[in-house]
């Protein structure tokens, strides 16, 4: 898992994740923490994630998200053998809907 670079810094930021409350505190920490480039390019991933799987073709994945082909393939490799992180990020989401 992330045990390469988990440490006591990487913890703190993963306890702030986790300390907030709303959607709104989200916004602001991101805001402050991030570059808005940053901040869409990891909201990107995540859906290309979701279009991935929902089974959408990488043509497809990259009309509607603009994002590159090895984007695609980066996060279609994690969806297959990261530490499903992605899978239970979009589960939770679909619940909450």
Avoid: H, N
């Avoid at 898992?1 to 409350?21: F, H, P, V, Y």
């Avoid at 402050?32 to 859906?47: M, N, P, S, V």
């Avoid at 490799?77 to 989401?93: C, N, P, Q, S, T």
Wanted: glycine share 6%.
């Amino acid at each position: 898992m992330a045990e390469k670079w988990k440490d006591r810094l990487t913890d703190q930021l993963c306890k702030g994740i986790l300390s907030l409350e709303t959607v709104e505190e989200v916004y602001c920490f991101l805001e402050d923490i991030a570059t808005i480039g940053e901040i869409r390019a990891l909201a990107q991933r995540l859906e290309v994630a979701r279009l991935l799987s929902e089974g959408y073709t990488y043509p497809q994945i990259a009309q509607q998200t603009g994002a590159s082909t090895a984007t695609i393939s980066r996060v279609k490799k994690f969806l297959e053998y990261g530490a499903d992180g992605y899978k239970m990020v979009l589960e939770r989401i679909k619940e909450q809907e």
